[in-house]
């Protein structure tokens, strides 16, 4: 029985009329009580340009500008971001992010405001590469690899403008095809199963039927996922909360939350890989906890258990 495959969705939740990365007007530069908070991590021969309860900009010694920002009660380092300008309009360079429990989460680069070239993904259990592949004005183009932990090729599969589109091959952990097909414009166009699956070959292999919210059922799979889609997003908009004290912080930045939908669609393994800070976090495990009820998803006629990995933007507009 597989045991677990991969989804994704993206959220982003608006509030407030506030401007980017601001410390807040009523807090004067001599009141700031925050100016030394990050000054041992900055980089080295950096300059400080501005400093807040979870963020530093500073100018680096080749005249660029990096934003980082913090999990606020730990000091972990969550994301650096590379900048043209202190304005921080156009992102240009580097840019990584961390988990908060410390391991490398995704490291790319922008040019002239758009992601290019290759990026990868790491493992929240450990920092080994997860999956790598290159993105053309922000979009994957190419063949997009995952690796297991022991860093075996497990999958690639083909992309044309962020939809699978062309060949992919799953392979087991003695490197041989278990499955292979192809994807016209994120449509499954031929399949073939080459070796039998095993429970360890899951992750990396796409159900047939992901699952949907039990109320979106219908004979037609792409209505049912749209409407799937639009009453999940409808649903945790309504019951996450923007914290007051998150608000009042000019707290911002993307949420990452991974939950599991089991075999009798079920809610359960509900985890915070990335929460912003306490008060987000505790937000987002609520509102995951709040959750209608799902349908499992399904592969080869049977129910099995699905990963998702949520992101919900915090931004104050």
Not at 9 to 35: D, H, W
Not at 276 to 300: A, D, F, T
Request: glycine fraction near 6%; include cysteine.
């Amino acid at each position: 029985m597989l045991k677990y495959l991969p989804g994704f969705f993206a959220l982003i939740l608006l509030v407030g009329c506030k401007t980017n990365y601001r410390i807040p007007s009523s807090i004067k530069a001599k009141q700031n009580p925050y100016k030394e908070k990050y000054t041992d991590a900055l980089d080295q021969g950096s300059e400080l340009i501005k400093s807040w309860y979870h963020f530093t900009l500073e100018r680096t010694v080749d005249s660029n500008y990096v934003y980082k920002q913090f999990y606020p009660t730990t000091r972990q380092i969550t994301d650096y971001v590379s900048y043209k300008t202190a304005r921080m309009k156009v992102r240009h360079g580097k840019i990584m992010q961390w988990y908060d429990n410390g391991q490398k989460y995704v490291e790319g680069e922008f040019v002239d405001g758009e992601a290019t070239g290759e990026w990868r993904y790491f493992s929240y259990q450990n920092e080994a590469a997860q999956s790598y592949g290159q993105l053309v004005a922000g979009k994957k183009e190419g063949p997009w690899t995952q690796l297991d932990s022991l860093g075996n090729i497990r999958s690639t599969y083909t992309y044309k403008e962020d939809l699978r589109d062309g060949p992919y091959e799953v392979f087991n952990q003695q490197g041989q095809v278990v499955l292979k097909g192809a994807y016209q414009k994120g449509v499954i166009a031929d399949r073939q199963q080459i070796l039998p699956a095993e429970e360890k070959d899951a992750a990396f292999v796409i159900v047939d039927v992901m699952p949907y919210l039990a109320s979106c059922k219908n004979k037609d799979l792409e209505k049912q996922k749209t409407c799937s889609d639009k009453t999940l997003v409808e649903a945790i908009n309504d019951k996450t909360n923007y914290p007051r004290f998150a608000r009042a912080m000019g707290v911002e930045g993307d949420a990452l939350i991974q939950f599991k939908v089991n075999q009798a669609g079920e809610v359960e393994d509900i985890e915070v890989l990335r929460g912003v800070c306490n008060e987000i976090e505790r937000s987002c495990i609520r509102s995951m906890e709040e959750l209608p009820k799902w349908s499992p998803g399904q592969y080869n006629g049977q129910a099995v258990n699905v990963y998702f990995r949520f992101s919900i933007k915090f931004k104050l507009a």
